[in-house]
């Protein structure tokens, strides 16, 4: 049975001017008669993950029943671990626009590219030869020339000029080796066709060749999956008194909206997680008394934005998989320690 949020051993205090209760108190010891070592059997009865959002680039889910560790290292792992494709390399054979070579550069490495990074490989070292297992290829090619016949009085760039403004729609997939077949009804592409990344006028042009290939957040941001990966402890509000008729309406107004709902003259909490915790309410001196405001320490609520190359989904299991990686490997090196240390004995 999942616990109680009434559970005050669950809640961190938000008071006026501080937040109380912030750390856990159910360690083994604190409690005289209470068994508080870690149980597997009791971590799987309180464990809970629900989605409560989905959208083609979004997921809102709650992870309930761990510890602010283990939410932490799996967002922090969707940031800077979870491995995406990039480009890395520019070859810059033209480039006569306004705009330097370093700069439009950057530009073309931070955009994020429609290639699922699970069908390529890593570069086995910075000073490999690229092959089509590690490697995508992309050219840019683009030349802004004046429209004929266009009256001598327009002023707007798109119907004077071809091609005077540059986007990622621009960039097209050159495949090698067997790509062709492996990538076919997927090709590489930008995630985004409109985004805009430099500016042309009659004469000017640009040609990239540029080489994109696998990569982690840790390394570059423009690896990162996602835009914004956050977290925050769901929001408990506790009425301890009736609020009297005269005071709910202004009760209400302390809080988002949705937060609080006034039915059959009382003050309702109808949907706490819509709360920003902003202590409003505690400012005035006729609420003091009368509500608690909490957040509940094992209750975390996701908020997940995908940068295209992953559906949102999918961005949680990944992430889960490189943390169990990475145990297996301590579990590796832990056995390695004993069985040198039962030999040295």
Same mark, same amino acid.
């Given at each position: ?110 955009? /994020?590219?429609?290639? &699922?990074?699970?069908?390529? +490989?890593? %570069? *086995? ?5 690229? #092959? ?57 592409? /930008?995630?985004?066709? &409109?985004?805009?990344?430099? +500016?042309? %006028? *009659? ?5 990239? #060749? ?68 902003? %202590? ?66």
């Amino acid at each position: 049975m999942p616990r109680s949020l009434d559970d005050t051993r669950r809640h961190v205090q938000v008071l006026p001017e501080r937040i109380g209760a912030v750390a856990g108190s159910e360690f083994p010891g604190h409690y005289p008669g209470e068994d508080h070592s870690w149980n597997l059997q009791k971590f799987k009865e309180n464990l809970i993950t629900s989605v409560q959002r989905l959208t083609p680039s979004t997921i809102e889910f709650d992870l309930v029943g761990v510890d602010a560790s283990i939410a932490n290292a799996l967002r922090r792992v969707m940031i800077a671990e979870v491995p995406t494709v990039a480009i890395e390399e520019i070859y810059v054979w033209n480039n006569t626009s306004i705009m330097q070579d370093e700069v439009l550069c950057h530009r073309v490495g931070l955009v /994020p590219l429609k290639i &699922d990074p699970r069908s390529l +490989k890593y %570069r *086995p070292s910075p000073h490999s030869a690229p #092959h089509e297992t590690d490697t995508i290829v992309f050219d840019l090619s683009v030349r802004c020339d004046r429209r004929p016949g266009v009256d001598k009085s327009e002023k707007d760039p798109k119907k004077l000029y071809y091609d005077s403004n540059v986007y990622t729609g621009m960039m097209k997939w050159s495949p090698s080796g067997d790509q062709s077949r492996k990538y076919k009804g997927k090709e590489p592409k /930008p995630v985004d066709r &409109d985004i805009l990344l430099c +500016k042309l %006028r *009659p004469g000017q042009q640009i040609d990239l #060749h540029c080489f994109a290939r696998k990569g982690v957040g840790m390394d570059h941001a423009k690896f990162s999956p996602v835009a914004t990966a956050s977290y925050r402890l769901l929001p408990h509000i506790i009425l301890r008194e009736p609020i009297p008729i005269e005071h709910q309406q202004k009760f209400q107004k302390c809080f988002p909206e949705g937060v609080i709902v006034i039915e059959n003259d009382q003050v309702v909490v109808k949907n706490p997680r819509k709360d920003t915790v902003s %202590r409003e309410v505690l400012r005035h001196p006729e609420f003091a008394d009368k509500v608690s405001l909490n957040r509940i320490r094992d209750h975390f609520i996701f908020n997940v934005e995908s940068t295209g190359q992953y559906n949102p989904e999918e961005l949680v299991p990944e992430a889960i998989k490189i943390l169990l990686t990475k145990i297996s490997a301590v579990e590796e090196g832990l056995d390695k320690l004993f069985a040198t240390e039962g030999q040295v004995a």
